[in-house]
């Protein structure tokens, strides 16, 4: 068995993975956190004593400093506090520092995204094969595993990939990943994480359709679809991570991603994509200095940790499959739902990091106990999936399955058609007012701030109307 456990990182994911590997630490060992702002990880220690989340007092817990840059020190780093399993949860930069660092340690790897180049964006696909897949034979001959993409997505929707193909299907036709998050974090504008590798992602989008790369313009093709429990939300085609894993690892005609973006964000976005400011080109100002755009919108948005207290509302993530199954049409929507309350309840967080630091913690589990020490570097859909689903039931992201008719109203259309035909249904309508800002917003966040102004007055009131 491994164990002991280096999270690396310190950001809202990090807090989550921290406080669930805690949880766990009869089966992880020892924990240590590390970042380039050590007082950031002691937050998140002094979070995990405080809520009493360690389940072994005696195993060691710990905030270190790094800079995960330095492969040296992260090797040096995983020597000293006898790390056995690294979890990197740093932004999506340091992802071939940490993995050399593994590599030269012997230790066991995985991260929760595909590795930027900070001066490039949205390469050429497969992206994996740009930097993670070049490196699959040296794990393999160093007996290193090295599991790629372990958060939800990529991550635990790459496993309901897998657990489709195992159980529900004899052949798959296509699979739509979806993702929404109809909750309300009571800000005129905010990210749920890092700014600057949120914006990133929609410079372009590809999708794998017809078994071959296709790309379209950002929030081009748009769906509205009646999800389970959260009701009705707009999806856009996306490009994302596990598209470019997918793609080669699971037997389907068309795998698309769709994520949900209401009327206002969409409304912010382009207004910042439009004047440049998601630029990650530096631009010289009038007295000399240089200045990244992107960064400089990074800087002025929250923090995504700040966005817990409050939030309301719940996310749902999912696959819808359809293919075959003896002989017969079959379409199968295979998802987790998440409240945001719940999340923060629990340890402080909001549902976003919630989803995204949970499946690391499951996975570093299944590597400790050997299911998922495979030796060599993977990504989540090449394993068994219901080990991992089944650790995820246990703590706090239960998966649902629910059966759908092929063809009927709660079907998910994901074809794609004519590009001049699907813009002419992805607009998105918003009002303004230079007065008051947050009149720009939704019909549903204005809706939501109504309830939470009505609850609070009934509680001054003693709960009388």
Known sequence: MKKNVLIIGAGGVAHVAAHKAAMSNDILGNICIASRTKSKCDQIVASINKMKHLKVKSNKLEARQLDALDIDATAKLIKETKSEIVINLGNAFVNMSVLEACLRTGVAYMDTAIHEDPDKVCEKPPWYANYEWKRKARCKKAGVTALLGAGFDPGVVNAYCALAQKKYFDKIDTIDILDVNAGSHGRYFATNFDPEINFREFVKVWAW??????????????????????????????????????????????????????????????????????????????????????????????????????????????????????????????????????????IGSQGISYTAGVPPVAAAILIANGKWDTKTMVNVEELDPEPFIEILDNIGLPTDVKELKPGSKNSFDGEVRPIDVELKNSTATVTVSAANPKIALDKKFQLDALKKIAAEISGQRGGKK
């Open 209 to 346: 359709i017809d078994r071959k790369w296709k790309e379209y313009p950002t929030h081009s093709v748009k769906r509205e679809y009646d999800f389970p429990v959260v009701g009705k939300c707009p999806v856009y085609l996306n490009g994302h991570d596990e598209l470019h894993s997918l793609s080669k690892n699971i037997d389907a005609k068309s795998i698309r991603f769709w994520m949900g973006f209401g009327n206002h964000y969409i409304n912010v976005f382009t207004v910042l994509r439009t004047l440049g400011f998601l630029s990650h080109i530096p631009v010289k100002l009038s007295d000399g200095q240089e200045l990244v755009p992107l960064k400089f919108v990074k800087a002025l948005l929250p923090d995504p940790m700040t966005l817990a207290p409050g939030y309301t509302g719940k996310t749902c993530i999912g696959n819808v499959v359809k293919g075959w199954k003896n002989g017969k049409k079959r379409e199968v929507f295979i998802y987790q739902i998440s409240d945001h309350a719940e999340c923060y309840k629990e």
